[in-house]
C-alpha cells in the first residue's frame, strides 16, 4: 500500500521560504513520477510541479515557474518541493501524489496516491 507523507508546512511572511518534504513507502519510489498540488479554501485543487522518476525533468504551474524546485532523493524516497519568495496566493494546503502507472509526467495525467496535505500560510 502506497504511503505518502507530508511535511515543512507552516506560516511564513511574503518573500519568505519554505521546503516541503514527502516520504514514500509502499512503492519503489524510485521508479514513478511524483506530483506536487495544492487547495486553497473555496478553490478546487491544482497541479503544482512534478518531476520524473530520475528527477532529470520536471514541470511546473506558471504561476510557481521560478519561484518553487520540485526534487527528489531516490535513496531517500523523499520528494521536495522548496518554496521561495512566497505570496499570499501561495497559501492552500499542499499535497504529494503519485501514480504506480507513471515513470513521467504529462500535463493533465491523474494521480491515484496521495498524502494527507501539510498547511503552507503565507501573510502579506
Known amino acids: 500500500q502506497v504511503q505518502l507523507v507530508e511535511s515543512g508546512g507552516g506560516a511564513v511572511q511574503a518573500g519568505g521560504s519554505l521546503r516541503l518534504s514527502c516520504a514514500a513507502s509502499?512503492?519503489?519510489?524510485?521508479?514513478?513520477?511524483m506530483g506536487w498540488f495544492r487547495q486553497a479554501p473555496g478553490k478546487e485543487r491544482e497541479f503544482v510541479a512534478a518531476?520524473?522518476?530520475?528527477?532529470?525533468?520536471?514541470y511546473y504551474a506558471d504561476s510557481v515557474k521560478g519561484r518553487f524546485t520540485a526534487s527528489r532523493d531516490n535513496a531517500k524516497n523523499t520528494l521536495y518541493l522548496q518554496m521561495n519568495n512566497l505570496k499570499p496566493e501561495d497559501t492552500a494546503v499542499y499535497y504529494c501524489?503519485?501514480?504506480?502507472?507513471?515513470?513521467?509526467?504529462?500535463?493533465?495525467?491523474?494521480?491515484?496516491?496521495w498524502g494527507q496535505g501539510t498547511q503552507v500560510t503565507v501573510s502579506s
Open positions: 509502499g512503492l519503489t519510489f524510485s521508479s514513478y513520477a
Open positions: 501524489a503519485t501514480d504506480r502507472r507513471y515513470s513521467d509526467y504529462r500535463p493533465g495525467r491523474q494521480f491515484a496516491s
Open positions: 518531476i520524473s522518476w530520475s528527477g532529470g525533468s520536471t
